[in-house]
Nanobody
């Protein structure tokens, strides 16, 4: 089973920056999509950004221009650079992969989440 581990969360003041990392537990032949989601207290989990294996990126309107998603296919890692953070960005951020394929099968997976808190 694919395991994902996020890191890089923390407490930051409004206007500050954080960089989240997501590491997969094994080496895959291909991971179709790597994504970041977030869930704020009392709210549903929402998509923040996605990146395909060929580098196509998509962002939620609320973070476009402030956040940048990237990935390192050789290391099976994903990153989320978050700039100009706002208190509304406070949430638990989750890494997600879709279509993580080894020689045996393809699977989807979620990380355990990392807390991002932005103070005003």
């Amino acid at each position: 089973q694919v395991q994902l581990v996020e890191s890089g969360g923390g407490l930051v003041q409004a206007g500050g920056s954080l960089r989240l990392s997501c590491a997969a537990s094994e080496t895959f032949l291909n991971i179709s999509i790597m994504a970041w989601y977030r869930q704020a207290p009392g709210k549903q989990r929402e998509l923040v950004a996605t990146i395909t294996s060929t580098g196509t990126k998509n962002y939620a309107d609320s973070v476009r221009g402030r956040f940048t998603i990237s990935r390192d296919n050789a290391k099976n890692m994903a990153y989320l650079q978050m700039n100009s953070l706002e208190p509304e960005d406070t949430a638990v951020y989750y890494c997600n992969v879709k279509g993580a394929c080894n020689w045996v099968s393809c699977n989807d997976a979620w990380g355990q989440g990392t807390q991002v808190t932005v103070s005003s």
